[in-house]
């Protein structure tokens, strides 16, 4: 019986260890059985968007939306302005790359991943222009 309990705690004990340090993102949850991907594909809407100085410019982007979509397409809306595209983790998936399909001077963004659950997504342009801007989106 004392056996049993032993190995028992060791396993509790191994679990545990191993679960510590499991969280992807800063913000992001703890665990999850979900894939990264699984978790971006949807239709996004800005919630609050901030600039590199700080300056809230929330009030400009309140028709901005972008919808990740599982064959790895894009669309962005904004005002009257629609940007089809394709998008990808990086290698880490620690970085959305966006890239615009035939649109001018709209260049490939990347977007560093900085929270990433179910209903909320929060990203930090680090490639592309505005660099720095947070961008925090909500289920549209």
């Known amino acids: 019986m004392k056996k049993t309990i032993g ?6 004990i191994i679990l545990a260890i191993s679960l510590v340090g499991c969280k992807k993102y800063e913000n992001g949850p703890s665990i999850s059985t979900a894939s990264i991907k699984s978790y971006v594909i949807n239709v996004w809407k800005a919630e609050k968007v901030t600039a590199s100085n700080g300056q809230d410019l929330t009030s400009s982007y309140t ?3 972008i919808e990740f979509n599982k064959d790895k397409t894009f669309i962005e809306r904004w005002n009257t302005t629609t940007i089809p595209g394709s998008w990808d983790l990086d290698n880490d998936k620690n970085n959305i790359i966006t890239s615009p399909t035939d649109f001018g001077s709209y260049d490939v963004d990347t977007y560093l991943i900085l929270k990433l659950k179910s209903n909320e997504l929060w990203v930090r342009r680090v490639g592309g222009s505005p660099s720095g801007q947070e961008i925090h989106f909500i289920p549209n």
């Open 63 to 65: 028709s901005y939306t």
């Open 7 to 12: 190995y028992l705690m060791t396993i509790a």
